[in-house]
């Protein structure tokens, strides 16, 4: 069997140089690295990682759990989160929860089952954090992803309360009283920010908070058109409305093409998400679009510290959104105001809950 020793005396480098390669434990520089590269090719080295693990107690991965990896906003953090992990020379082991605390336990239970270094979670609607808590205590590196707690703890996510309240403070300027939120479920912090931002903006202006203008539940498609359809079906619907995530906002479109309503001449649009080519939409809408990605890349930053610096202080980091003004919220185009058609393959990208 070819041996580390037999790729390093082929390529006529050190050992340690053979293993800073396959590793990924230290940068390795061309001609050396080609050479060592070509050695293992020409002999068919295959690197033993089980063994490895077993001396080093690394198993050079991290594992990854969120709600549903379909979701825009958690494909860009997985995104962001793979860059930097294979920077770093680490592999991903990603599942998804689907939004059911029993899943997303049996998932941390398999990866820790499988040695990760670390952990990375955004935690479903209800879970616990003791779980949490205790494999911290243990000495796994447990990073909180988008989906925050109180606490000390190292986590990161975009601001959610101060966007939102911006956006609806914007509607109210515009002139809307009766404004909607479609919350989805407010179990989810990040959502449960996002109704916070909503009626702080209402107090701030001295407007009552209608509970029957709050719409909370599952946040699927299908659920949020059948309960927008309903409220726009009332002779007292609203005249504004904010989705608090990308998939709400695609049913919220759904109930409007059912019902022939145009954005803003019929309702004024807001959300929380953006989607992918937004200027395909007609009339545009008014988003807060979350730095995702970054988020993703910040939430491995605070991992390899917690693993590298294992004393090191905790840390939460919040990232700031990006609110985009278009024609929906009424400020923009006033000729913009024809029924919103959304692509099949648009409602494909969001099917379920939102982060």
């Not at 403070?169 to 959502?191: K, M, N």
């Not at 809408?285 to 510290?305: C, K, N, W």
């Amino acid at each position: 069997m070819t041996t580390i020793s037999d790729v390093a005396r082929m390529a006529k480098v050190s050992v340690s140089t053979v293993s800073h390669v396959v590793n990924g434990t230290r940068l390795v520089m061309d001609p050396k690295r080609q050479q060592v590269l070509h050695a293992i090719a020409a002999l068919g080295y295959v690197h033993n990682a089980a063994a490895r693990t077993l001396r080093t107690s690394r198993s050079e991965s991290i594992g990854v759990v969120v709600s549903d990896t379909s979701e825009p906003a958690f494909a860009e953090m997985i995104r962001g989160i793979e860059s930097e992990a294979r920077a770093a020379g680490l592999t991903l082991m990603l599942t998804n929860s689907a939004e059911d605390p029993r899943r997303e336990a049996e998932s941390i239970a398999a990866l820790v089952s499988r040695r990760v270094d670390g952990l990375l979670i955004a935690r479903a609607a209800g879970s616990r954090i003791e779980p949490l808590e205790a494999l911290r205590a243990k000495g796994v590196p447990v990073i909180l992803l988008d989906r925050l707690a109180d606490g000390d703890w190292d986590q990161v996510g975009a601001d959610n309360a101060d966007p939102v309240q911006a956006v609806v403070s914007h509607l109210i300027e515009c002139g809307h009283q009766r404004i909607a939120l479609i919350a989805g479920d407010t179990r989810v912090p990040t959502l449960a920010e996002r109704r916070l931002g909503y009626v702080r903006a209402l107090e701030a202006a001295g407007l009552q908070v209608d509970n029957a203008l709050i719409l909370e539940g599952p946040g699927h498609v299908a659920d949020t058109q059948k309960a927008v359809t309903r409220l726009l079906r009332r002779k007292d619907r609203p005249t504004a409305l904010f989705a608090a995530s990308s998939p709400m906002t695609i049913g919220v479109l759904s109930a409007m093409r059912t019902l022939g309503l145009g954005t803003p001449a019929d309702l004024a649009l807001a959300h929380f998400d953006g989607f992918p080519h937004a200027d395909l939409f007609s009339p545009g809408l008014t988003s807060i679009d979350q730095p995702a990605f970054e988020v993703g890349v910040e939430a491995m930053h605070l991992l390899l510290r917690r693993i590298g610096e294992p004393d090191s202080p905790r840390q939460t980091r919040r990232l700031a959104p990006h609110i985009t003004h278009r024609q929906s919220c009424g400020c923009g185009d006033p000729a913009a105001t024809l029924p919103i058609g959304v692509t099949s393959a648009q409602q494909a990208r969001v099917r379920k809950t939102g982060a």
